[in-house]
């Protein structure tokens, strides 16, 4: 007899891209109006799109931008918002400084 489990994202609940759009609005504390302000999006494209309305690419883009992410990152569903920023070569320590610092 064949398992009958379900894969583990079939019980996972889905967020759609709108509910995903209005959480992260909501959690940064931001209007639909704010987003407007940002972007040369409007405050009703941007509640249309909540609402899981269509939208242009090019807005989509301007709303992810004025959220703090990339497209990539809000279609995946995933806000790296949280984790630090990159310091560039500068801000690391090399083999040398960590070897002394292990004494």
């Known amino acids: 007899m064949k398992d009958q489990t379900k894969p583990y994202y079939d019980w996972l609940p889905r967020e759609t891209l709108g509910q995903r759009i209005n959480r992260l609005r909501s959690e940064r504390q931001m209007t639909c109006r704010d987003i407007a302000e940002k972007t040369d999006v409007s405050a009703a494209t941007v509640s249309r799109v909540e609402r899981g309305q269509d939208i242009a690419v090019s807005s989509l883009n301007a709303i ?40």
């Open 64 to 103: 992810a931008l004025a959220l703090g992410m990339s497209i990539e990152t809000l279609l995946a569903g995933t806000d790296l918002s949280n984790l630090g920023q990159f310091q560039g070569l500068a801000g690391r320590r090399t083999e040398t400084d960590l070897l002394t610092t292990q004494k």
